[in-house]
């Protein structure tokens, strides 16, 4: 949240050049409150394992949000309980009338695929199109990421020779970018992905920028510099066990999978891994709430 000082105080230059977020009196006095209404896109088939990862993600911050989730309806879910996708979730044609301070789509295991051979990929793309009009700003997750990055700008994905799989080290392009206000210039996140997009491509495009990135693991963070949208190629959101789950989930169905790099402690399986990016995690997921819906929705939304 902002600081609230007085509209000339002579700190207040200085603490927007290091890239913190002050409101002068004049400006608060006219803001209105109100709930966030965000929209959760859940692609994953394990869906009530995502569904914690992202609400506590969200519920670091002061701000009130009102959740609503979503699927596919082309897509049956074959991994969650059919009572819980019908006590919980509602499908775009449910909401599609409505609008929404923020959208956030998920990954989803189908990176092996072209694009257009998701057998959602249609209406995930109306799903897109619709956020352009409808929705203040939308957060793209690993898969979704490129699928967005290739639904609105043409930027193709490339399949990896290995998995990129474990906790990479990042560093920051532009420090000033508000999704990024509070990180240290080096920071961990995780990365599980069999596809990636790349720098050179995504430099062509010049209403991208490529705001974090890994010398391992390539492009991490990239923003539209409208800000309407957020492009995250990692797993931020993931708690300390989701790669050790995902390692030997692979092993017992005897894939040929790495043990993840830089996760457990001296790279022993059997040895309980740390969590260091939770940190990290909390300040994106509020960064863009705050940054890019709050400060930037109307009130009457409608």
């Known amino acids: 949240m902002p600081v609230n000082i007085p509209d000339n105080l002579p ?21 209105d409150i109100r709930p966030l209404r965000l929209l ?13 990862h992202l609400l506590r993600m969200l519920s670091n911050t002061p701000l009130q949000v009102e959740i609503t989730l979503i699927n596919t309806l082309s897509h049956l879910s074959t991994h969650t309980p059919i009572e819980h996708l019908r006590t919980f979730y509602k499908t775009f044609e449910d909401v599609r009338h409505k609008r929404f301070d923020g959208l956030i789509i998920t990954g989803a295991p189908v990176e092996m695929l072209d694009f257009e051979e998701v057998d959602y990929w249609d209406e995930l793309t109306h799903i897109m199109d619709w956020a352009t009009r409808n929705v203040t700003s939308t957060l793209y997750i690993c898969w979704s990421a490129q699928a967005g990055l ?9 399949v990896l020779q290995n998995k990129q799989f474990g906790i990479f080290s990042h560093i920051l392009n532009n420090q000033k970018a508000p999704i990024v206000r509070g990180f240290d210039d080096e920071f961990l996140a995780p990365h599980s992905r069999h596809t990636e997009v790349r720098r050179d491509d995504i430099q062509k495009v010049p209403q991208l920028e490529i705001v974090a990135e890994s010398p391992l693991a390539g492009v991490y963070l990239i923003r539209d510099l409208a800000s309407r949208r957020i492009f995250v ?13 995902e390692y030997e989930r692979d092993r017992a169905k005897g894939m040929d999978i790495r043990i993840p790099f830089n996760y457990f402690p001296n790279d022993d399986p059997s040895q309980t891994p740390r969590m260091r990016w939770k ?24």
């Not at 190629?233 to 789950?245: I, M, N, Q, R, V």
């Open 40 to 52: 959760l896109l859940n692609l994953m088939p394990v869906k009530i394992t995502t569904e914690t």
């Open 279 to 302: 940190s990290h995690a909390n300040l994106l997921f509020s960064n863009w709430l705050n940054y890019y819906v709050y400060q930037e929705t109307p009130y009457d939304i409608d």
């Open 150 to 158: 290739y639904h609105h700008y043409g930027v193709p994905k490339y």
């Open 233 to 245: 190629t990692g797993h931020s959101e993931y708690d300390a066990f989701t790669l050790k789950s």
């Open 11 to 31: 700190a207040a230059d200085i603490l927007r050049e290091e890239n913190i977020f002050v409101m002068t009196e004049s400006r608060a006095l006219h803001q």
